[in-house]
């Protein structure tokens, strides 16, 4: 979603394009290669890069959310997605393998401590990483929080959105059988993975679609038409994992565990009017997280590319270089 979604409405407030001065593919193991990358500063404050999803990818618009005379920007690719090999697959890809992915790159890269950067899945993602191995992680900048809770996927598979969205959310649930559509999430994992590609591409593209289509605060309620190798990467691995409820342990585990990193400084920036993950989740977990700075912005719903949000990232990341 991110990567497609109106970058050009914030370019305003980003800095210019730039290339990366490292580009890598990374054995993980499991059969799985993950593209990383490294632009800024080499000898920079580094800072990851989680994007959203999960499925979505990493693009070259992520990198200008930093000063790149400060900052050493990493990037990547998470399991099955964007240039990591192989494409859309879920085998062994869960929660905890990307964490230990991140944990890699982070070692690999020789980096003692770093900022970890995350919006939507890659909050959740950023969350249970800082949890699992909080001694690297120096700050965490979160936007548009998702806690992989059951209320969270009810709200958007199980019709709360779609109260807001009536026609967006007939369209897709249209492509369901009545007696299937109790459960969205199931109904569309059966045929996302059916074996047949072009039953596949067909499903996955009306799931992209359903949420490209709430991304922003002016949202027409259509969603476009992305492109079938990135639908199909993106709906699997993104109902995959919704599927398992983030291969959690129990339902509401994050907020749950945030004793582990409440020493951790965090920053989160949420779009009063994100409709794909209420600003409700943001607060409660500012709530529970004494250490960490709500930032609501007013006008603005989910997608990074968010004029309202875009800005206050990179305020936020000026800010931090100014110490640094």
Same mark, same amino acid.
């Not at 109904?187 to 709430?214: C, M």
């Given at each position: ?36 990358? %490294? ?5 920079? *404050? ?16 992520? &990198? ?9 920007? #990493?990037?990547?690719?998470? &399991? ?24 890699? #790159?982070?070692?690999?890269?020789? #980096? ?18 800082? %949890? ?73 593209? $009306?799931?992209?679609?359903?949420? /490209?289509?709430?991304?922003? *605060?002016?949202?027409?309620? *259509? ?11 993106? $709906? &699997?691995?993104? /109902? ?16 749950? %565990? ?38 609501? #912005?007013? *006008? ?17 990341? /000026? ?6």
């Amino acid at each position: 979603m991110d990567k497609f979604s109106g970058q050009k409405s914030a370019v305003q407030y980003l800095y210019p394009p730039i290339e990366p001065f490292d580009r890598q593919m990374m054995d993980v193991g499991d059969g799985h290669s993950i593209y990383v990358e %490294q632009s800024g500063r080499r000898d920079g *404050v580094p800072v990851v890069v989680l994007h959203g999803g999960p499925g979505g990818g990493s693009s070259p618009a992520m &990198r200008r959310y930093f000063d790149p005379a400060v900052y050493r920007i #990493i990037l990547f690719d998470q &399991r099955g997605c964007g240039r990591s090999k192989p494409h859309a697959c879920v085998e062994d890809n869960t929660t905890w393998h990307l964490v230990a992915d991140i944990e890699y #790159i982070r070692r690999a890269l020789e #980096i003692e401590r770093w900022i970890v950067f995350g919006g939507s899945w890659g909050a959740t993602l950023a969350l249970i990483y800082a %949890q699992a191995h909080p001694n690297p992680v120096a700050h965490l900048v979160l936007r548009g929080v998702f806690t992989m809770t059951e209320a969270e996927l009810t709200w958007f598979y199980g019709g709360g959105a779609g109260a807001f969205w009536p026609e967006t959310w007939d369209q897709f649930q249209s492509l369901i059988p009545k007696a299937e559509q109790g459960d969205m999430i199931g109904a569309y994992h059966r045929r996302l993975f059916s074996g047949l590609l072009n039953e596949e591409v067909r499903y996955a593209k $009306a799931w992209s679609a359903w949420e /490209n289509a709430l991304a922003t *605060v002016h949202s027409t309620g *259509v969603g476009g038409d992305s492109p079938a190798d990135y639908a199909r990467a993106f $709906a &699997r691995l993104e /109902n995959h994992y919704f599927s398992h409820r983030g291969f959690l342990e129990y339902d509401g585990q994050i907020l749950d %565990q945030m004793d582990k990193i409440a020493h951790i400084p965090g920053t989160i920036v949420q779009g009063r009017y994100d409709m794909i993950c209420p600003p409700g989740t943001a607060y409660e977990l500012a709530r529970v997280w004494k250490n960490a700075d709500l930032r609501m #912005i007013p *006008v603005a719903g989910h997608a990074l590319s968010e004029p309202g949000i875009s800005a206050e990232l990179v305020g936020v990341m /000026n800010r931090m270089a100014k110490k640094a």
